[in-house]
């Protein structure tokens, strides 16, 4: 009943910038968490940043003051701007959401997107 579909994921030179949606569709009441995660591969899915619907956010030490998590509450959808982009965060990149899709019950599940690739050359 709600899709997470990401898009904006490519190829960039390093030191470039890209910038990532995150659009949420279906039976959205409210959108208590958003966050975008990333696996490269061979690694483990890691958190890369994360936002509340009290627009608190929250950032993995690699990135830190390269990449802002956004979103737009009113177009359900949420944004990572990267810049200054290193071949190391080449990864697919993961939207992930937490959703409430009642309004008659308090309760919220954890959707995922589909993945968007990043690759960053040297």
């Known amino acids: 009943q709600v899709q997470l579909v990401e898009s904006g994921g490519g190829l960039v030179q390093a030191g470039g910038s890209l910038r990532l949606s995150c659009a949420a569709s279906?039976?959205?009441?409210?959108?208590?968490?958003m966050g975008w995660y990333r696996q490269a591969p061979g690694k483990q899915r890691e958190l890369v940043a994360s936002?509340?619907?009290?627009?608190?956010?929250s950032y993995a030490d690699a990135v830190k003051g390269r990449f802002t998590i956004s979103r737009d509450m009113a177009k359900n959808t949420g944004y990572l701007h990267m810049n200054s982009l290193q071949p190391e965060d080449t990864a697919v990149y993961y939207c992930?959401?937490?959703?409430?899709?009642?309004?008659?019950?308090?309760?919220?599940?954890?959707?995922w997107g589909q993945g968007t690739q990043v690759t960053v050359s040297s």
């Open positions: 279906g039976n959205i009441v409210s959108i208590k968490l």
């Open positions: 936002i509340t619907s009290g627009e608190q956010t």
């Open positions: 992930n959401a937490v959703i409430r899709t009642s309004p008659s019950y308090d309760f919220s599940l954890n959707y």
